[in-house]
T-cell receptor, first 114, second 112 residues
Framework: DTEVTQTPKHLVMGMTNKKSLKCEQH?????MYWYKQKAKKPPELMFV???????INESVPSRFSPECPNSSLLNLHLHALQPEDSALYLC?????????????FGDGTRLSIL | SQQGEEDPQALSIQEGENATMNCSYK?????LQWYRQNSGRGLVHLIL?????REKHSGRLRVTLDTSKKSSSLLITASRAADTASYFC????????????FGAGTILRVKS
């Protein structure tokens, strides 16, 4: 079992839908991350939150909107996605937003855009 | 651009054999990390090795780092079928904003 919980595990949505991905951790970590992973590729960083503030946005299109309501929760709001956005979306956390901290990953949400 | 490149892309061995995966990178780094990803699952952190370290061990895992060659290797000894997974190296470098940048990964298959 992972200590980072992501819901839902699978999501199928149309290009006009609005949905949200959720991520939760109770390890007291103060940094949380969103990654996108296409099939047979490595994860690519999307966003970093440090102490509940957005610290890095890797030039992600505005149809992806992150939110960190509190130190344990991280959401990714989706709107008007494109078929190429179909991927595994991974959430991770670390004790701090420090380069010497290992990251703990959830099992991801597999997203399919019709 | 991708910071780390891994070699081989895929590796198939028999249970009990050792598996070696290599990772090369382009810039100076703060540290290098290895992660495992089982099919359909998230990544699991294996080992972090700092730039001033040359070797680290964790159970059946041995990681080496050669900063002069900008390369690292992950050795899994006495492999088991449960070691079947994708293995990624990831580097942290001030030139990439101290973010974790993953290599392409090695797919390891251990046959029983």
């Amino acid at each position: 079992d992972t200590e980072v919980t992501q819901t839902p595990k699978h999501l199928v949505m149309g290009m006009t839908n609005k949905k949200s991905l959720k991520c939760e951790q109770h390890m007291g970590h103060r940094a949380m991350y969103w990654y996108k992973q296409k099939a047979k590729k490595p994860p690519e960083l999307m966003f970093v939150y440090s102490y509940e503030k957005l610290s890095i946005n890797e030039s992600v299109p505005s149809r992806f909107s992150p939110e960190c309501p509190n130190s344990s929760l991280l959401n990714l709001h989706l709107h008007a996605l494109q078929p190429e956005d179909s991927a595994l979306y991974l959430c991770a956390s670390s004790r701090q937003d420090s380069s010497n901290q290992p990251q703990h990953f959830g099992d991801g949400t597999r997203l399919s855009i019709l | 651009s991708q910071q780390g490149e891994e070699d081989p892309q895929a590796l198939s061995i028999q249970e009990g054999e050792n598996a070696t995966m290599n990772c090369s990178y382009k810039t100076s780094i703060n540290n290098l990390q290895w992660y495992r990803q089982n099919s359909g699952r998230g990544l699991v952190h294996l080992i972090l090795i700092r730039s001033n370290e040359r070797e680290k061990h964790s159970g059946r895992l041995r990681v080496t780092l050669d900063t002069s060659k900008k390369s690292s290797s992950l050795l899994i000894t006495a492999s088991r079928a449960a070691d079947t997974a994708s293995y990624f190296c990831a580097t942290v470098s001030s030139q990439y904003g101290n973010k974790l940048v993953f290599g392409a990964g090695t797919i390891l298959r251990v046959k029983s």
